[in-house]
């Protein structure tokens, strides 16, 4: 598309989008009173206006049944992680029988490594890249030093070549062939949370089983955000949280995919509980564990349900929409905002976008590198009520949500941006 730099051609492009009113099933936030125009979607989804009915017929059926609400209210408890099953195998590119909402993400990272990495004396490194979010730092950290592995020689973290940001997929592809023989696991975010780079899953996971390497994505910044084919792609497992994109609240459920390669495997290692063990034998309360088939034998503990009422809300949504049209808008909303920022005069004086141009190997986020007075710029958006979202050293990242930003937000946001800049020079 050919953009234009007017309010004009941004209200032209709300006027015909054909998901406009899915902003309407949002609350939208303030700050001092004023309307916010709103850009972290990537950290905190915002809350759809069905999720407190939701909630209310989950008290509610507490309320009035008691334990018997796990049998008999609207949506029985004792069932309720497979009631956003058919949303999250559409949101990933799955089957049903390959995903499960269950407990946080790095509970359900440690869970699906403890089964996927089993390192040898030979083959026990894991490969990931650099940067990657501080969590599954620590994640891979203790894992390798679980199996008495210094982190040091079993952790392979891979840098963007010299004066670059992004990390080459063949890069990638050379390092996982050049250390083939001492690999165990491949485990890279798909849509790195600092870059915004999505990666290409499908090379990856390829390159990682010629190698003889299990493989698996952190989803956090991808699921709900860009469309995604796990099973088609033979990926081993995935994990993610919900509160970012999927708009479930703070610290919602999150979940877990597993391929159905590996459904039927009952002596495949893993950490077990209560919910994952055969549900037609679950209350016998008998010793010996058998698995549920799929990603549901790897729940520990009974479902969250009013965790995951709020998340039904917002999958609801989901499937309503319709992945591949959400993506369609996003391409368009995060395209329109780097055509303005490029369109800044001197805009190479005061900061850089580092997420890649190219629409395939990115999601919704921009991440602008500011080259001078980042934080000054950032706190003076803030005081302008633009919700943007600021890391360490010198970014500050930019996500325009398909749900419920409009590109008109899209262009007040670098109007205010732009004289932002100016002042602060």
Same mark, same amino acid.
């Given at each position: ?15 015909? +989008? ?47 049944l ?5 049998? $008999? ?18 949101? *990933? ?8 909402a269950?407990?946080?993400?790095? *509970? ?7 089964s ?30 679980? $199996? ?16 670059e ?49 299990? *493989?698996?994505? +952190?989803?956090?910044h ?39 390669? $590996? ?7 893993r ?10 034998e ?33 999958l ?82 930019i996500?325009? *949500? ?24």
């Amino acid at each position: 598309m050919n953009f234009e730099n007017s309010i004009s051609f941004a209200k032209r492009l709300d006027r015909t +989008d054909p998901l406009k009113s899915f902003r309407q099933k949002f609350h939208l936030p303030k700050l001092k009173g004023k309307p916010a125009l709103y850009f972290t979607g990537n950290s905190l989804g915002l809350q759809p206006k069905a999720t407190k009915s939701y909630l209310n017929q989950e008290l509610s059926d507490w309320a009035n049944l008691g334990v018997e609400g796990h049998f $008999h209210a609207k949506r029985p408890w004792l069932y309720y992680h497979k009631f956003s099953k058919k949303a999250l195998a559409d949101l *990933v590119g799955a089957k049903p029988i390959e995903v499960v909402a269950m407990n946080q993400l790095t *509970v359900n990272l440690h869970l699906l490594m403890m089964s996927f990495y089993q390192p040898t004396q030979s083959r026990y490194k894991i490969l990931t890249e650099a940067g990657a979010f501080p969590s599954d730092q620590y994640a891979f950290e203790s894992q390798l030093k679980l $199996h008495d592995i210094h982190p040091e020689d079993g952790l392979l973290e891979l840098k963007p070549r010299k004066g670059e940001v992004i990390l080459r997929t063949e890069d990638i592809i050379k390092a996982i062939e050049a250390n083939r023989d001492q690999l165990a696991l491949v485990i890279i975010g798909a849509v790195q949370y600092y870059s915004g780079q999505f990666f290409d899953i499908k090379s990856i996971t390829e390159a990682s089983h010629r190698a003889g390497a299990h *493989v698996g994505f +952190d989803l956090a910044h991808a699921i709900g955000n860009v469309p995604l084919s796990l099973h088609k792609h033979e990926v081993d497992f995935a994990v993610w949280c919900s509160y970012k994109y999927l708009n479930s609240g703070p610290g919602g459920v999150a979940g877990a995919f597993v391929h159905e390669k $590996h459904a039927n495997k009952p002596d495949l290692k893993r950490l077990t509980g209560w919910w994952g063990h055969n549900e037609k034998e679950r209350f016998k309360m008998k010793k010996g564990f058998i698995p549920m088939p799929g990603v549901d034998g790897w729940q520990l503990s009974n479902f969250p349900v009013l965790s995951g009422a709020a998340h039904l809300a917002s999958l609801q949504l989901f499937q309503e929409a319709g992945i591949k049209n959400l993506r369609k808008k996003s391409v368009l909303l995060t395209g329109f905002l780097e055509y303005l920022l490029t369109s800044i005069e001197k805009y190479n004086d005061y900061f850089a976008i580092i997420t890649n141009s190219n629409a395939d190997e990115r999601g919704c986020q921009l991440s602008i590198l500011m080259k001078k007075n980042g934080k000054k710029v950032f706190m003076s958006l803030t005081r302008a009520a633009v919700i943007a979202d600021w890391r360490e050293p010198d970014v500050i990242r930019i996500a325009p *949500v398909p749900l419920y930003n409009t590109f008109e937000d899209v262009f007040r946001f670098v109007e205010i941006f732009r004289d932002t800049l100016i002042r602060t020079q």
